[in-house]
Nanobody, 131 residues
Framework: QVQLLESGGGSVQEGESLRLSCVGS????????MGWFRRAAPGKGREGIA????????RYADSVKGRFTVSRDDTANTLYLQMNSLKPEDTGTYYC????????????????????????WGRGTQVNVSS
């Protein structure tokens, strides 16, 4: 059974940093993309923030380019999101997710920033950024 558990959220001031972690179990990372998504407020949709492909490629939403970095430690089955220069508009619940495995490598394209490509989700961790 695939499980994803996010941690590392919290309340910070504008300009500060946080690092989110997502520990996965019940699967291997072969030919899967893993992504970070954000829900700004209850009732709003999830926005794709960053993707890490099984080929090592990465892709970011324009709103976080240059400030956020996604990485993965396969030995620890953990996905990370380093968030620097945080802004109030980064506030939200952050979720990690993984696609189903495929026969080919999963490359982090624009499509991999969309919610519908992901099959398994964590419960989220809350990030609050105040000005």
């Amino acid at each position: 059974q695939v499980q994803l558990l996010e941690s590392g959220g919290g309340s910070v001031q504008e300009g500060e940093s946080l690092r989110l972690s997502c520990v996965g179990s019940g699967y291997n990372n072969n030919n899967r993309c893993m992504g970070w998504f954000r829900r700004a407020a209850p009732g709003k949709g999830r926005e794709g923030i960053a993707v890490f492909g099984s080929d090592g490629s990465t892709r970011y939403a324009d709103s976080v380019k240059g400030r956020f970095t996604v990485s993965r430690d396969d030995t620890a089955n953990t996905l990370y999101l380093q968030m620097n220069s945080l802004k109030p508009e980064d506030t939200g619940t952050y979720y990690c997710a993984t696609t189903l495995p495929t026969s080919l490598q999963c490359s982090a394209g624009e499509r991999e920033l969309t919610v519908t490509n992901y099959r398994f989700w964590g419960r989220g961790t809350q990030v609050n950024v105040s000005s």
